[in-house]
């Protein structure tokens, strides 16, 4: 794994834009993140207009109508990085359909990301870590919570979703494990000292259940993977 230390987020987004120049071609498929924490990246993404994937998709999404008030896609598009891909004509491929409810939408996605992966030579994704320890919409095991996208006979999906009615995940939808270890190269953008602590447990041995962000401690997902942080380990 590849980890630099910068000592702002404005100094990380510059890093970050450059990687992300650097891997993305017009035969790259992008994969994008929600939160707060990209939103930055987004935005300078969008003003430079540097980068001309073939093709825009989400890692992870709050089930709901498209472009709903919390979905991640509407936080994407006002940034403005959805209207420059729209410019260049760049493909968007939405989580979100009318008229799928939460499972149909996961089934569609999945074969989405199978056909993406099979039509484009390489894939690149943005991505976080929440202050549980979850990445994408991975949402760790908790009292009273088992995540059901952990199941045995739910391994050979890459993309699924799962219901925390008591949680702050609610319905979501999102690539698991076995979608986010086909990515070719993973750019990992976490800021805030409200960070430390999950990232110092990603980087501590114990089950990816407890803690999805540990997905970045396998050695062939590490291979791939660019950590840029403003709180050291």
């Avoid at 260049?88 to 979100?96: A, E, G, Q, R, V």
């Avoid at 056909?115 to 979850?134: E, M, N, Q």
């Avoid at 699924?160 to 750019?187: V, W």
């Amino acid at each position: 794994m590849q980890f630099i230390l910068v000592k702002d987020i404005k100094a990380g987004v510059a890093k970050a834009k450059a990687a992300i120049a650097n891997e993305i071609d017009s035969k790259t498929i992008l994969f994008l993140s929600g939160g707060s924490t990209p939103k930055p990246l987004y935005e300078e993404l969008a003003r430079d207009g540097i980068i001309h994937p073939a093709g825009v998709g989400m890692i992870d999404e709050r089930y709901g109508e498209p472009m709903h008030e919390n979905s991640n896609e509407l936080m994407i598009q006002n940034t403005g990085l959805l209207n420059h891909f729209d410019k260049k004509n760049i493909p968007f491929y939405s989580m979100l359909h009318k008229e799928y409810d939460r499972e149909q939408d996961a089934r569609y996605y999945d074969q989405k990301a199978r056909d993406l992966f099979f039509h484009f030579p390489k894939s690149v994704a943005i991505l976080g870590i929440g202050k549980d320890g979850h990445t994408a919409g991975i949402a760790p095991n908790r009292t009273h919570f088992e995540n059901p996208i952990f199941d045995k006979e739910r391994e050979h999906l890459y993309v699924s979703e799962f219901d925390d009615p008591t949680g702050p995940f609610g319905q979501r939808i999102t690539m698991t494990f076995a979608g986010l270890s086909l990515i070719d190269f993973l750019l990992v953008f976490v800021f805030g000292k409200d960070k430390q602590k999950a990232i110092q447990k990603a980087f501590t041995p114990g089950y990816m259940k407890d803690c999805p962000a540990r997905f970045f401690q396998q050695h062939d997902i590490a291979a791939k993977t660019l950590f840029i942080t403003d709180q050291k380990l």
